[in-house]
Structure formats: C-alpha cells, structure tokens
C-alpha cells in the first residue's frame, strides 16, 4: 500500500462566530432569543466542515460585545463571523472587534424567502430582519478603519421550525448555495495564514544566478507571510544520501512505480531516453534522502537549486532531485526549482486549499489552437496529473548542469487557475491570479511537465496583461477556477491581488 497522505497536515483555520441582536427585544417579543441562537448553532454546525468554529452566542450590548473580544483572543481565532440575526445597534459590533484584530464577515443571511405577509407578527418580522442593521455596522467600521466584508443571501436551512410562520428551507435555493459557496471559501482561505505562520520553508543551495525576479529577502518573507525560511546546505542533504538504506530504496521504488510510468526513448528528442537503471536506483536513493531531510527539519516547502564546479559530488546529487521533489510535492511538501521561494509559497497556498500547486512557466504558445503550453523540468504535483506522470532519463538538464531522470506530464483537463506570488518594486508581495482551462492539445516528449492552457483572452491580449503586472516568471498551476478562493487568500494576508 503507498502512502500517500500529507506528510505535515494543513492546520484548520479557528473560526469565531456570534450573533447580534437588541437587548430590549426579548422581554418584547418572547422566543425570539432563543431563535436567534437557533440559528446561530446551524451556522456553526455547517462551518465545522471546514475550520474550528468557536460559537460565542449572543452578543446584544455593548458590554457583552467586550467579552466577546476578549473570548475571540483567547481562543486565537483566524477570522470572525458577525451573524447579524436581526436589529442590532452598531455599538454593539464595534468593541469586538476594536478588541479581537482577527478579520470579520458579515453575514446577512435571512432565513426565508419570502416573509408570510398575511399572517407575519413584528416578532416574526424581526426574525428576519438582519439586513437592517449592516449598512450603520459597515458605516462605523468604515470610520473606525477596520476592514469588513459582507455576505448576502440565505441561511440555507433543510426544515423549517416549528415556531416559524413561513417556509425556511432554502438550502438548495441559489442564494443560499452562493452564500455558503462564499462563507467556505472565507474558511479554507483563512486556513492559508495560519498554516504559514507555523510553517517551514527549506531553502538549499541557491537561487539560479542572473534570475533576478527570484530573488526576495528571506526577511521581507517572513514579515509578510509569517513562514520561516531554513537555510539549507547540500551538505545537509549528502549526510542523509549516506544514511539511506536498502529497504529504503526499495520503499521508494514502489512508489515510484504506482505512480509513474517509466518511459522508453522519446520519438523524437535525442537526450530524453528511457531511465537506465542507475539513474533509477539514484533517484530513489536520494528520494529516500529527501524525504529524511523534510523530516528531519520539519519542513513544509522547499525551494532548491545548486551550481557549483562540473563533476563535483554535489552535482550529480542534485541531479536526483526531481522524482524525489515531485514526490515530496505529491505529499503536501511543495517543492520548486530554481530556488524559487515565492513560487514556493504560490505552490503551499493551493497544496492547503487542496487545488495542488504544480510548478509551471511559459513554454510556447500555440496559435493554431490559441493556446499557452506552461510546464517545467519538475517536479510536479501527481495529484492533479492527466494519467501517470512519465519519467524519461536526460542525457543533460537544459541551462542546467549534470543528468538525471524527469517527469513528464500533464495537468488533467479541465479548468485550472495559476497563482503568480510576485514582488513589487516597494517590496511588497503581490497575487497574480488568472484562470483556464487546460486542453486536450498536444506536448512534447521531452520529459518536461506540460499543460496547454487557454485561457479568456487571445493569447498575445492575455501575455500582455500578464507581463504588465510583473510577475515572477514561474507560478503554481492549482486545477478548478479558484479566483474568488485566492482572492481571499490575499485579502487575509494583507497581500495585494489582481484577478487577470
């Protein structure tokens, strides 16, 4: 049986949640407290899907609105969920989130379609009144200077109370099922920062000379994304390549063999043959080696690229590289060449929204069918594969030194997005998104990864507006269209984003 679960899980982003209401309502209108609270439990039983979901409960004056901040504090929330269950006054809301800095949702959801006008009691009115209070809570966060975001819809209920007046199953109307498609993706996005902040990200050698928009300051990284960069040395490495073991090998040749396809010389490019069975064993020796490494330092990412004098031990080391980091990427350990970091970073954010991540940059477009073929020499992502990525033996790495064995693959067909992580000229970080879909058009059997991708605009109209916004010049190919997901993701790392 291969293994093929994460090696280090994505954390679940931790969720606040509560409901607003107006104090004097509930000796007004008996009920309707404990209605409020109703609905507040559903929401957090559908949010537990996807996050830890902390329920304060009600919060209807401006002294509760206090606890509820220090309570949200106290339980490290990522992100906090205002249900605005009916009126409520805005000072209220405000103190929770002057005290917890975690970023707010506002969700007006109402749970019925259509009020019972004939029949409608002002306690069953506000029931379902929560849109009235948002615009004061929106104009005093506004004044405040605390961003907010607000959620419309419907609650999205499969049964209706007994104490309702009006029918409030609505779960599969598409109102409710755009809400809830919105509040999950506020949840999974949340879960980005979180896991970066505990995260570990291995850089090894040393980012390929003359590329310049790869290099970042391991600082400006961390400041922004909270993730620590692990200075690596491929020293660190050989001392792992010398503990590896038979059995070992044999572990990973297993692996090797459920999830590629070996290749036979390619038709048509000289230096692409079938791996010889020193390569093989090589590979799978310094896979082993890899994979001890990751563990060993506990790492989540790892950028990677080494040069040094031809014919030194440590070239033919990295010459094995890339089975074992297509390997690693395969099991939530996103691995980029070049010594790409903020590709890494690219590729961990779709690996922990579970979209893959795989390692790409222009290649060729191809006019006929107005398409951009985007690919890499690896590694890549098994998970989101058009069939068994095909391992093809190089005679030499292009622009690179020493031989090996690649991959040769494909993103499956069907809509993609690819997420950019550039850095501007004030040294801020950026979030190129664009979205396609990947085609059934033809590559090259040249052991590279490739994936032809059309995307909404002609060709040359969408590399232009690419080129326009700088990017770095790999990105990370995530497969479903995930603009809105990656959004915001941006939104709640404070990085800024453009949707191409």
């Known amino acids: 049986m291969i293994d093929l679960s994460p090696i280090k899980p994505a954390k679940r982003a931790r969720i606040g949640l509560y409901t607003i209401g107006l104090q004097a309502y509930w000796s007004q209108f008996p009920g309707l407290r404990e209605r409020l609270l109703a609905y507040g439990n559903f929401l957090r039983e559908q949010m537990a899907v996807h996050g830890d979901v902390f329920f304060y409960g009600l919060v209807d004056t401006e002294a509760e609105g206090r606890k509820a901040g220090e309570w949200f504090n106290e339980r490290h929330v990522d992100l906090v969920f205002c249900h605005s269950g009916t009126y409520a006054t805005s000072s209220t809301v405000l103190p929770v989130h002057q005290l917890c800095k975690a970023p707010v949702v506002v969700l007006n959801l109402q749970p019925t379609a259509r009020i019972n006008y004939d029949q409608t009691t002002t306690g069953e009115w506000l029931a379902h009144c929560g849109a009235c209070p948002v615009p004061e809570i929106a104009n005093v966060f506004n004044r405040a200077h605390i961003p907010f975001r607000v959620v419309n819809g419907l609650l999205g209920m499969e049964e209706t109370p007994a104490f309702s007046l009006t029918n409030e199953n609505t779960k599969h109307r598409p109102e409710a099922i755009r809400a809830w498609k919105t509040i999950a993706e506020w949840i999974r996005a949340a879960s980005v920062p979180r896991t970066l902040k505990h995260s570990r990200f291995g850089f090894l050698g040393n980012t390929y000379s003359g590329m310049l928009d790869m290099y970042s300051d391991f600082t400006m990284i961390q400041a922004q994304t909270g993730l620590h960069v692990e200075v690596l040395e491929m020293c660190d490495l050989e001392l792992f390549v010398k ?258």
């Not at 985007?374 to 030499?396: E, S, T, V």
């Open 243 to 500: 503990e590896v073991t038979e059995a070992d090998i044999r572990q990973k040749r297993e692996e090797i063999h459920a999830l590629f396809a070996i290749s036979g010389d390619s038709p048509s490019d000289p230096i692409a043959k079938k791996p010889t069975e020193e390569q093989m064993e090589w590979s799978c020796r310094v896979a082993a080696a890899q994979e001890k490494l990751v563990r060993a330092y506990d790492l989540d990412a790892l950028a990677y690229y080494y040069h040094g004098a031809s014919g030194n031990a440590y070239e033919k080391l990295q010459g094995g590289f890339i089975v074992g980091h297509s390997l690693l990427t395969s099991r939530g350990i996103p691995c980029s060449g070049e010594g790409d970091l903020k590709t890494a970073v690219a590729m961990k954010i779709c690996d922990i929204l579970g979209t893959g991540g795989s390692f790409s940059e222009i290649v060729v477009v191809d006019y006929e069918d107005g398409t951009i073929l985007l690919g890499h020499d690896g590694p890549f992502h098994q998970a989101i594969a058009d069939g068994k990525p095909i391992l093809r033996g190089m005679g030499l790495y292009h622009g690179k030194q020493g031989t090996g064995v690649s991959v040769e693959a494909k993103v499956r067909t069907g809509p993609i997005t690819t997420l950019n992580v550039t850095q501007t000229g004030d040294g801020q970080l950026k979030l190129i998104i664009s979205e396609g879909e990947s085609t059934t058009g033809p590559i090259m059997k040249i052991g590279n990864t490739q994936t032809p991708v059309k995307f909404r605009q002609h060709p040359d109209d969408y590399l232009a507006q690419w080129f326009h916004e700088a990017p770095t010049h790999h990105c990370a190919m995530a497969v479903g269209h995930q603009a809105s997901l990656f959004q915001k993701v941006g939104d709640l790392m404070h990085v800024r984003h453009v949707i191409l």
